[in-house]
């Protein structure tokens, strides 16, 4: 029963959480996410997934969850990118930690 109310929730909720990733306008520059930390920044019109490692490193990744196409957001608290649709998560590097995504995060650079 629990799954089901899960389920339907998500259903009516989908489609609200849809709109607002795609016209939500990223408030973070690339310069303002720290060591350890990810965000999703405006690049010259595009929206993208940025994270910064413990040494600096920067990997940039496609923000679109792969089972439904919603943008994703960092989970500062459990250090995962989540999708707020179906509750995917993906590690920093963008892999499938948690479906129902099935497929990884698209990865666009990795830059030391």
Not at 6 to 33: D, E, G, N
Not at 47 to 56: L, N
Request: include cysteine; charge should be positive; proline fraction near 6%.
């Amino acid at each position: 029963m629990k799954e089901l109310l899960i389920r339907i929730t998500q259903m009516f909720l989908y489609p609200p959480h849809f709109i607002y990733s795609r016209i939500m306008t990223p408030t973070k520059t690339i310069f303002q996410v720290r060591e350890g930390e990810g965000a999703v920044i405006d690049d010259n019109g595009k929206k993208v997934a940025v994270y910064k490692d413990e040494e600096g490193n920067i990997t940039t990744l496609s923000p679109v969850c792969t089972h439904m196409k919603c943008v994703v957001d960092w989970n500062s608290k459990e250090k995962v990118w989540e999708c707020p649709c179906h509750k995917a998560q993906y590690a920093p590097d963008g892999k499938v930690i948690k479906g129902p995504a099935k497929k990884n995060l698209e990865i666009i650079s990795n830059k030391k």
